[in-house]
T-cell receptor, first 113, second 112 residues
Framework: DADVTQTPRNRITKTGKRIMLECSQT?????MYWYRQDPGLGLRLIYY???????NKGEISDGYSVSRQAQAKFSLSLESAIPNQTALYFC????????????FGDGTRLSIL | QKEVEQNSGPLSVPEGAIASLNCTYS??????FFWYRQYSGKSPELIMF????GDKEDGRFTAQLNKASQYVSLLIRDSQPSDSATYLC????????????FGSGTRLLVRP
């Protein structure tokens, strides 16, 4: 089983719909992250959480919200989806020690029509 | 200036050659450096990390770090067609968040 699991893997939806992307991990890591990736723009950080009570905005948080339901679960919501949120979304986790690498889930390909 | 810069490529090398991928960063306080490999449509996969100046070798991969010049490189020896992918350089910042800052990646093509 994957250490970092994202659901769904693919989603096609319409403008204005509410969408939730879920991430769960079995690595025991405290830190969790949500990124989006667009061609030519690399990985951009949406939100990150250092523990259940510590949630922080990343560089592109507008139009997104998150919930850290437990140490192992971190969800990303698009309250009212718009076409320019079409992208590949990744969840990642890392250990709390300084300078540790991040480990990525398999991603969710989201298309908004 | 981007915080982490990489040539987008593609870098094309023949099978069996050494591929050299470079990355520069702007934050002098950065202390941890990572290389990820990403196949098209897949997630980034950690292949190397380096914390100290000098070289670090792992199989066919060597990471090189020069903090004074603010660059980190990845060498892939005996390149194989299966190494064809985008390679992402990532660097930690020295602010309290310890987030990773990613470059946009270099696309590597290994010709059979």
């Amino acid at each position: 089983d994957a250490d970092v699991t994202q659901t769904p893997r693919n989603r096609i939806t319409k403008t204005g719909k509410r969408i939730m992307l879920e991430c769960s991990q079995t690595k025991g890591h405290d830190r969790m992250y949500w990124y989006r990736q667009d061609p030519g723009l690399g990985l951009r950080l949406i939100y990150y959480s250092f523990d259940v009570k510590d949630i922080n905005k990343g560089e592109i948080s507008d139009g997104y919200s998150v919930s850290r339901q437990a140490q192992a679960k971190f969800s990303l919501s698009l309250e009212s989806a718009i076409p320019n949120q079409t992208a590949l979304y990744f969840c990642a986790t890392s250990d709390r020690r300084k300078g540790q690498p991040q480990h990525f889930g398999d991603g969710t390909r989201l298309s908004i029509l | 200036q981007k915080e982490v810069e990489q040539n987008s490529g593609p870098l094309s090398v023949p099978e069996g050659a050494i591929a050299s991928l470079n990355c520069t960063y702007s934050d002098r306080g950065s202390q941890s450096f990572f290389w990820y490999r990403q196949y098209s449509g897949k997630s980034p996969e950690l292949i190397m990390f380096i914390y100290s100046n000098g070289d670090k070798e792992d199989g066919r991969f060597t990471a090189q770090l020069n903090k004074a010049s603010q660059y980190v490189s990845l060498l892939i020896r005996d390149s194989q067609p299966s190494d064809s992918a985008t390679y992402l350089c990532a660097v930690t910042r020295m602010d309290s968040s310890y987030k990773l800052i990613f470059g946009s990646g270099t696309r590597l093509l290994v010709r059979p």
